[in-house]
């Protein structure tokens, strides 16, 4: 019993001051994964807090730090971003539904974090050429990039883990890149679309005018190919890119691991491109995989002492028909996500998750065992757009305006984003439901 509550205690401490941010996050990670190593009386071992690291979530994250790092040196989301406004014309919600595109799909083949940091600095010069507030567009970025992360494998860092470390009974199969985009990819369209009809609606009408005269000649002056820094990087990096994107669709065929695709592109983007490794490596975000490694040991400190499997069995507690404990599961995701991040909130889930998965397959039911996966996956990623400190990608967005003469607000951003949240999570759970229960 003292070891239950002395790592709860540990685990909890540290969830707080992750939450609150009184700390960097990093730097509580790690310490409490120390706390639970050094904690007298538990025998967690080195090598067991060790063997607790996803190692293969780590090097997914590496590799396409290091090809996306290479990427943003062409300039190619400014040319894009750039390219939309001009094509645009002045029709300010053709240009809004296009960086909306633009950002799905960027979020959903590179990761969301990126593409806004790449994109929001174009978002204000844009509203400054259009002669409109920034706002509605740094609004529709966060959400466009959330659902578009939510479609794939590598597009959100809790598919990552979601993918990882999923197990699907009777064999135990992983879920691949191909399996989030066949089953995710379709819902993260539909939720995309309703997301900027539902905002279109909600920011109203005078924001969508078209601008002044002066305002369109300047429009029609953008050369967006100016934006591409070099051409021949930029051709030789898609390639990798390409490359790296048909290795994921073909890794279980291959027998490749997720983060062996990645490495393996990273290694021969490096190789065909020359830039010094050292250059590149800066922007990796260490910080970043740290957080994750302080966050595994404790969820493994938290398993070892049969917490998990007591707040798993908790819940099913709640009900034995599976299509509640999806929904709970799917909408209690969304909202402890959109307040507490969803990157710790999935770490912890994903053990309890499994229990649950394991429970249904040894009852005969091992069919559901997708419903549960698909609704964690979805819930983290949808519940990222209720708040701004729902995602990483939100305080990206956040942190970026702040610098900027109009920096967004947690309850500017919330008018919206509850009620965008809501209407997708209403369908996220039609979906799974009918689809997999």
């Not at 979020?107 to 844009?126: E, G, K, Q, R, W």
């Not at 009809?197 to 969508?208: A, D, S």
């Not at 002066?214 to 990087?233: E, F, H, N, V």
């Not at 053990?351 to 249904?360: T, Y």
Request: hydrophobic share 55%; with cysteine.
């Amino acid at each position: 019993m003292y070891q239950v509550i002395a790592v709860t205690a540990i685990f909890l401490i540290t969830y707080f001051f992750i939450v609150t941010e009184r700390l960097h996050r990093t730097t509580i990670a790690l310490a409490g994964a120390l706390a639970v190593l050094l904690l007298p009386g538990f025998s967690l071992s080195q090598d067991e807090a060790i063997a607790h690291i996803d190692w293969n979530t780590l090097g997914l994250l590496v590799g396409m730090m290091l090809i996306v790092a290479v990427l943003k040196r062409t300039g190619v989301f400014r040319y894009l971003a750039l390219k939309v406004a001009k094509e645009g014309k002045g029709r300010i919600f053709l240009i809004f539904v296009g960086f909306g595109a633009i950002t799905a799909v960027a979020s959903a083949f590179i990761d969301n974090v990126t593409t806004v940091i790449m994109i929001v600095p174009v978002i204000y010069l844009v509203s400054d050429l259009l002669g409109k507030s920034a706002v509605p567009f740094l609004i529709m970025e966060i959400m466009t990039a959330n659902i578009g992360g939510m479609a794939t494998l590598i597009g959100d860092p809790p598919n990552i883990l979601v993918g990882s470390r999923a197990s699907i009974p009777p064999a135990g199969d992983s879920l691949s890149f191909l399996d989030f985009l066949l089953n995710l990819g379709p819902l993260a369209v539909v939720c995309l679309v309703v997301c900027l009809l539902v905002l279109r609606r909600r920011t109203g009408g005078r924001f969508f005018e078209a601008p002044k005269e002066d305002k369109m000649k300047t429009l029609a002056s953008l050369d967006a190919k100016q934006a591409i820094k070099d051409p021949g990087l930029l051709r030789r990096s898609l390639l990798v890119l390409g490359l790296v994107l048909v290795g994921f669709l073909l890794h279980h065929e291959l027998g490749l691991e997720p983060a062996t695709v990645a490495l393996a592109g990273a290694a021969l983007l490096l190789v065909v491109t020359r830039i010094d490794p050292e250059e590149v490596l800066k922007d990796v975000e260490w910080g970043v995989l740290f957080f994750f490694i302080g966050l595994f040991v404790l969820v493994g400190a938290l398993e070892r002492v049969g917490v998990i499997e007591v707040l798993a069995h908790g819940f099913l507690s709640v009900s034995e028909n599976p299509v509640v404990l999806v929904l709970i599961l799917l909408w209690g995701t969304a909202v402890i996500g959109a307040f507490l991040s969803a990157v710790p909130t999935v770490t912890v889930l994903i053990p309890l998750v499994q229990v649950l998965v394991n429970h249904f397959a040894d009852a005969g039911t091992p069919e559901v065992s997708l419903a549960f996966w698909w609704a964690l996956a979805a819930g983290a990623c949808l519940g990222g757009n209720a708040t701004v400190v729902g995602a990483a990608a939100n305080m990206a967005v956040v942190s970026s305006s702040a610098k900027a003469r109009e920096p967004l607000t947690f309850a500017a951003f919330s008018r919206d984003g509850i009620p965008v949240t809501a209407i997708c999570l209403a369908i996220t759970s039609g979906y799974i439901v009918l689809r997999y229960l």
